[in-house]
């Protein structure tokens, strides 16, 4: 069975993710191509360079996500540190830790660079917020003058991972074509999590057609919801105002548009209150989480069926 796999962002508690992968692979699920956003482009990114999900499984359980939390001593000074690191770095950490640890894990591979996967395998969503615009790496990054093949693949994931004022924004500079005539900091884009403009892009293959005679291959979406996902926000000061503005904009976006037209190609894999940035979460939480994404995985696939599928997509995407 050969799908395509769609994987939200989460933070940490995209661990569940792997836990649906695992069903899918139980049930014969083979993945065509992947694409994710945060948390999820870490998932996509391992499965296109070949990891299966016992080995994600491994990973999971013997990585400290704490370690990702790096930044001077100066900026650990109690109320005055994390202030200052913000005002100056735009995050309270810098986002280099996750990207050195996906980048060594993707070595193991023999990935580097997006020109060492099949093209189009791969898909990570970023937000640019200097021009206000999504970014689908690699393909987008043609239009701004970079070669695509070229760039890393642990770069655009630590992109889609920068979750705004935990982590700092990640700056892309414009190739010196392209960057003529524009001041210095005209040459610099300010790159952010995904989530900003879909967390979720579920949309991502449905514009691909399948050639005369060849069947559709279907997109599934693996899905995180929490029982936290609704509860309010306690606003103390203007760093947990700003982490509930964040949290807010990284699940609404999609939200009423899965609900309504694609139930039936979602996986939903509840995340037992953790939050999105608990970076602190312990082993036994991280195998709920895994746990949690296989039972929900296993209950999709076992009523999984390609003409249901298709009539479902026919009928949504000709009321579009």
Not at 285 to 303: A, I, N, Q, T, V
Request: aromatic fraction near 10%; charge should be positive; charged fraction near 25%.
């Amino acid at each position: 069975m050969l799908i395509n796999g769609v994987f939200e962002g989460g933070g940490v508690r995209g661990i569940s993710l792997a836990g649906a992968v695992r069903a899918a692979e139980l049930h014969g699920g083979k993945f065509h191509k992947v694409a994710g956003t945060s948390a999820g482009s870490i998932v996509a990114s391992l499965i296109a360079a070949g990891y299966d999900a016992d080995e994600m499984k491994d990973i999971i359980m013997t990585t400290s996500f704490s370690k990702f939390l790096k930044r001077a001593p100066i900026f650990n000074i109690a109320l005055i540190g994390p202030a200052l690191r913000v005002l100056l770095k735009k995050g309270l950490y810098s986002g280099e830790a996750l990207e050195e640890w996906i980048r060594q894990i993707l070595l193991k591979k023999g990935v580097r660079t997006f020109s060492d996967l099949e093209k189009g395998r791969l898909r990570i969503i970023a937000s640019d917020i200097t021009s206000g615009r999504i970014l689908i790496l690699p393909d987008d990054l043609e239009k701004l003058g970079i070669k695509p093949g070229g760039f890393e693949v642990a770069r655009a994931v630590r992109m889609s991972c920068s979750i705004p004022y935990f982590f700092d924004p990640v700056l892309l500079r414009l190739p010196p074509k392209e960057a003529k005539g524009k001041t210095f900091a005209e040459q610099f884009l300010h790159i952010v999590d995904g989530g900003l403009l879909s967390n979720f892009p579920l949309w991502l293959f449905d514009r691909e057609t399948p050639r005369g005679g060849e069947k559709r291959i279907p997109t599934v979406g693996f899905q995180m919801v929490g029982k936290n996902s609704n509860q309010p926000h306690l606003i103390r000061g203007p760093f947990s105002m700003l982490e509930a503005m964040v949290a807010t904009m990284l699940s609404a976006h999609d939200e009423r548009y899965i609900e309504q037209t694609n139930r039936y190609r979602t996986i939903k894999i509840p995340t037992l209150g953790i939050g999105t940035t608990q970076f602190d979460i312990t082993q036994e939480e991280s195998l709920l989480l895994y746990e949690s994404g296989l039972r929900s995985g296993e209950r999709f696939f076992k009523d999984w069926n390609d003409q249901y599928y298709e009539a479902q997509f026919k009928k949504y995407q000709q009321a579009r």
